[in-house]
């Protein structure tokens, strides 16, 4: 299944992120610092960078709020951002 992003893109659940317009396969960037891949899309005009997790946990995971939850890959390896290998944990805050 795709689901298309900001009107210009397609992702999947294999991380696979297609400009729909261009039929151009986007290439994410890895980080070496922290271990993730980022991707930089054009929203409204402008170049947003993006990670690659975090736009499969918004896209497929009907429940993801980026506020209050924590993305985990399953098999401990940051570069395996397809979807089977994401979850979420829910943070919740502790008052004194």
Same mark, same amino acid.
């Given at each position: 299944?795709?689901?298309? *992003?900001?009107? %210009?893109?397609? @992702?999947? &659940?294999?991380? &696979? *992120?297609?400009?729909?317009?261009?039929? #151009?396969?986007?290439?994410?960037? #890895?980080?070496?610092?922290?271990?993730?891949? +980022?991707?930089? %899309?054009?929203?409204?005009?402008?170049?947003?960078?993006? #990670? *690659?997790?975090? %736009?499969?946990?918004?896209?497929?995971? &009907? @429940? #993801?709020?980026? &506020?209050?939850?924590?993305?985990?890959?399953?098999?401990?390896?940051? +570069?395996? $951002?397809? %979807?089977?290998?994401?979850? /979420?944990?829910?943070? $919740?805050? /502790?008052?004194?």
């Amino acid at each position: 299944m795709k689901k298309i *992003l900001f009107d %210009l893109y397609s @992702i999947d &659940e294999n991380a &696979e *992120l297609i400009n729909v317009k261009t039929n #151009y396969k986007m290439n994410p960037s #890895y980080n070496e610092i922290n271990s993730r891949y +980022k991707v930089n %899309l054009s929203v409204n005009g402008k170049k947003t960078s993006f #990670y *690659l997790h975090k %736009l499969i946990a918004q896209s497929f995971i &009907e @429940i #993801y709020n980026e &506020e209050t939850d924590e993305i985990h890959f399953i098999d401990g390896n940051p +570069k395996n $951002c397809v %979807l089977k290998n994401i979850s /979420i944990y829910r943070m $919740c805050k /502790i008052f004194p």
